[in-house]
């Protein structure tokens, strides 16, 4: 490194700490922190300098502050290009995901995880590529986008697996439990959850097994089975006791008394809650009593005792409005609005429905209109009764116009309520499409960095290795011919070894022309198909058959090398699943689209049931099609085999 560059990397340094000297004194262990800026002072070589500054980041993250993170991330990501250190330039990408995170800007966070899962693939880290997966899983999760947050945390749960720390690998399988659990996946959902608690028993990690446990009694619980529901639920809360941890074991009993509610057990709900509340006041955890306040007060009002379960909802609402909480804020107006209509008091039955109305979704609002409606019916026929018995002279032409106001409030809520709507339906449509976008250009990234790397290593092999065998192949008969002359009983050992040696050559150029099939660039994408449909089943004794007709004269290599990846994997299952004996290939152009179509006699391959599974190799087709724009249709032939076409444009 240059000695003008070294000055230049220390001043931006320097520079950096002073800004953020103020943010280390408030972090809530400052002895680390304190023993890293000695560390940091003390380093003289950049890259670790550039190293314990990302840790001074990470336990400042603690503070919770965007601005933190970005101006961590400018600093890191300076220092890391003057340095020209990939993996510092990726840990900025970390940190500026993270601060977009945690403001709220899931769309803007996308792009950069993206960037620093390329780095990462290129580094062959795939430490760094566990948690760039992790960080895109996490993000469409965020966003709601369950299906590409399964996918993504999938493909960190194997690179967690192939690192073999079974610690992570039993987190990586909570977390794409909890989301089996959103997309109602319920039995997917526990199964993960138990491979989890398996590996927590077996590293005996008790503490962290708490929460698997709870989350396997929610999971049963959504799946209806109430009884192994709270058996996990009891498990959890006696180990959460085990180790002191009232906060977690109040938390558990609160959501057994949500879950109680549900099925209209209210008595038992109100011994939970209880039971709750006392484990979270010894906790000192004020604001986690008011969810366990809140089931209370509906399981009251579902028992008809409205004083107590509005009693115990103004309590909950207290505690929110001293704490500035926003959640849970819909159950207790749903509450104030359910007791009071018990009371008879309509009008502040009204006054709270109203409240409950303006922030439900869109599903609820329907049944809760006619709820509002007959509120407001009661509410207006006592105002009526009581402006009668006070003003019985007044004329008709008053009552008309009262009339009259009633109606035009009504068509302006109703009008406000369709242009409000129509507002937010055009916000998710345009939300929906950043998310494709961003959705098929993370994509896009990961599989050009794939293809990439199988060119490199392909090209490595055939003009490295491969080379190397058939010099040595040359210079190995070149030998056997001497010593055959001076040891002929030596001769047969020698044929042997030299025909192992050809084996060898030829199973390392067969392996480099499968990563990147040179057919591919010099004959075009038929060609090289058929060669593909031979090469894979002739081994396996199938009748093979390839029919391409109508195709364009020249087709972009994106196309080409997604298509015969797809092929690929196709036959792949093929070989390893249908137990077929015939197979046909057909690829044509019809109108604006070129079409695959693969045949095959055999079983037949369920692709709904392993794209439900999460398996790879479906996973991968899904990839390719949506990054090719195409559409990909699989279906069981009769009376036995499977048809599957894949339609991309052209």
Request: proline residues 2%.
């Amino acid at each position: 490194m240059s000695f003008r560059k070294s000055i230049l990397i220390q001043t931006i340094l320097a520079i950096t700490l002073w800004g953020f000297c103020l943010d280390v004194l408030l972090a809530q262990d400052k002895l680390l922190l304190d023993s890293l800026y000695r560390s940091f002072h003390a380093e003289r070589d950049a890259v670790k300098k550039i190293d314990l500054l990302y840790k001074i980041a990470k336990e400042q993250n603690n503070t919770a502050n965007p601005d933190n993170g970005f101006r961590y991330a400018d600093s890191l990501q300076m220092l890391s290009k003057a340095a020209r250190y990939q993996k510092g330039l990726a840990r900025a990408y970390d940190m500026r995901g993270w601060a977009y995170r945690q403001k709220g800007e899931f769309a803007a966070s996308l792009p950069i995880f993206h960037q620093q899962l390329v780095i990462y693939t290129k580094l062959n880290d795939l430490q760094g590529q566990g948690h760039a997966l992790n960080n895109i899983g996490i993000t469409w999760y965020d966003m709601g986008v369950s299906d590409s947050a399964i996918i993504y945390m999938l493909r960190c749960l194997d690179i967690k697996e192939q690192l073999g720390n079974k610690s992570d690998i039993a987190t990586s399988l909570s977390n794409i439990a909890n989301i089996y659990n959103d997309m109602e996946a319920f039995d997917k959902a526990i199964e993960m959850h138990h491979r989890a608690l398996r590996i927590r028993r077996e590293l005996g990690e008790e503490k962290a097994s708490i929460f698997t446990l709870n989350n396997l009694s929610v999971a049963y619980s959504a799946k209806g089975d109430l009884e192994k529901s709270f058996a996990y639920a009891d498990t959890g809360i006696a180990v959460a006791l085990k180790y002191n941890n009232k906060m977690v074991a109040g938390v558990i009993c609160g959501g057994m008394g949500n879950v109680l509610n549900k099925q209209k057990r209210y008595a038992e709900s109100i011994q939970w809650c209880e039971r709750s509340m006392n484990y979270l006041a010894e906790a000192n955890r004020e604001s986690n009593m008011v969810y366990p306040l809140c089931n209370m007060a509906k399981a009251y009002i579902g028992l008809g005792q409205y004083a107590k379960g509005l009693e115990v909802n103004q309590r909950g609402w207290s505690i929110m409005q001293k704490l500035k909480l926003q959640e849970p804020l819909d159950p207790y107006h749903e509450n104030f609005a359910y007791a009071y209509v018990g009371l008879g008091d309509y009008e502040n039955a009204y006054k709270w429905h109203k409240i409950y109305f303006t922030r439900i979704d869109t599903v609820t609002k329907n049944d809760n209109l006619s709820k509002i409606a007959n509120i407001e019916a009661k509410y207006n026929l006592v105002s009526k009764e009581r402006e009668i018995s006070e003003q019985r002279a007044e004329n008709f032409r008053q009552r008309v116009a009262l009339l009259s106001l009633v109606a035009t409030l009504l068509a302006a809520a109703v009008l406000g309520y369709l242009f409000y709507n129509r507002f937010r339906l055009r916000k998710k449509a345009e939300l929906d499409a950043a998310i494709i976008r961003e959705q098929k250009l993370g994509l896009n990234a990961v599989i050009e960095a794939q293809e990439s790397e199988r060119k490199r290593i392909a090209r490595d092999l055939h003009d490295g290795i491969a080379q190397g065998l058939v010099a040595l192949k040359l210079g190995f008969d070149t030998l056997g011919r001497r010593v055959g002359k001076i040891a002929p009983e030596e001769a047969p050992r020698i044929a042997e070894l030299g025909e192992q040696l050809n084996s060898s050559c030829t199973e390392v150029r067969s392996i480099a022309h499968v990563m990147s099939p040179p057919a591919l660039e010099q004959q075009g994408l038929a060609p090289s198909l058929e060669l593909l449909l031979r090469h894979t089943l002739a081994h396996a004794g199938l009748e093979t058959k390839f029919n391409a007709h109508d195709l364009p004269l020249q087709l972009d290599e994106k196309t080409e090398i997604g298509l015969y990846r797809i092929a690929q994997e196709l036959l792949n299952n093929i070989v390893k699943h249908a137990r077929a004996a015939k197979v046909m290939i057909e690829l044509f152009q019809s109108e604006n689209r070129l079409v695959l179509r693969v045949e095959d006699d055999g079983t037949g391959f369920d692709f709904d049931t392993a794209r439900s599974r999460g398996t790879m190799g479906v996973l991968n087709i899904l990839s390719r099609v949506s990054t090719l724009g195409g559409e990909f249709f699989s279906e069981r032939k009769l009376p036995h085999g499977t048809v599957s076409l894949v339609k991309v444009p052209i």
